[in-house]
T-cell receptor, first 113, second 112 residues
Framework: QQQVKQSPQSLIVQKGGISIINCAYE??????FPWYQQFPGKGPALLIA?????SEKKEGRFTISFNKSAKQFSLHIMDSQPGDSATYFC????????????FGEGTQLTVNP | KAGVTQTPRYLIKTRGQQVTLSCSPI?????VSWYQQTPGQGLQFLFE???????NKGNFPGRFSGRQFSNSRSEMNVSTLELGDSALYLC???????????FGPGTRLTVT
């Protein structure tokens, strides 16, 4: 059973534009929501993360928006750059599950110059 | 500080064989988790080891097993390989929870 659903599957954005990737989760016990960025031939790299007691977190050009009542969270990439072209994964975990992460399906982002 | 390292990076095996993959976590990290990444199934959790004990296990058959040594290095073993086991196997390490979990570059396993 897929507990974290991610959309869109692919996204094409112009340089300087805003990239938005959405995720929805089912398990209300989840209490940690990270986003990972993966380049071809590399492992996923932690980008930014949020806990459900916060509605928004910003780090540089990356912002997570979190809606606890809707069980949704999203990643916004402001001023998107060609170097941001990668696959992005949302994930979720709960404290009682140790280090286990449940991942979304991934979004392939292409930023055109 | 060195990152998570995985060896080997690439591996080609034949159906029915077995394989052992190795993961060295970031120094000081006690938790090592393993994930399988495929185009069809995405990133799937295999299992987690913490202080040499398996703490969590995903929904994979018993052919997939692992262990962790006293220095936190971990190995995973897949016996009786099937074509469907072809995947990128990733390990990730952390101090003990999901927070700030760092991934290695992965081992690309191809089963022919």
């Amino acid at each position: 059973q897929q507990q974290v659903k991610q959309s869109p599957q692919s996204l094409i954005v112009q340089k300087g534009g805003i990239s938005i990737i959405n995720c929805a989760y089912e398990n209300t016990a989840f209490d940690y929501f990270p986003w990972y960025q993966q380049f071809p031939g590399k492992g996923p790299a932690l980008l930014i993360a949020i806990r459900p007691d916060v509605s928004e977190k910003k780090e540089g050009r990356f912002t997570i928006s979190f809606n606890k009542s809707a069980k949704q969270f999203s990643l916004h990439i402001m001023d998107s750059q060609p170097g941001d072209s990668a696959t992005y994964f949302c994930a979720a975990s709960r404290e009682t599950s140790g280090s286990r992460l449940t991942f979304g399906e991934g979004t392939q982002l292409t930023v055109n110059p | 500080k060195a990152g998570v390292t995985q060896t080997p990076r690439y591996l080609i095996k034949t159906r029915g064989q077995q394989v052992t993959l190795s993961c060295s976590p970031i120094s000081g990290h006690r938790s090592v988790s393993w994930y399988q990444q495929t185009p069809g199934q995405g990133l799937q959790f295999l299992f987690e080891y913490f202080s040499e004990t398996q703490r969590n296990k995903g929904n994979f058959p018993g052919r997939f097993s692992g262990r962790q040594f006293s220095n936190s290095r971990s190995e995973m073993n897949v016996s009786t390989l099937e074509l469907g086991d072809s995947a990128l196997y990733l390990c990730a390490s952390s101090w003990g929870g999901a927070t700030r979990q760092y991934f290695g570059p992965g081992t690309r396993l191809t089963v022919t």
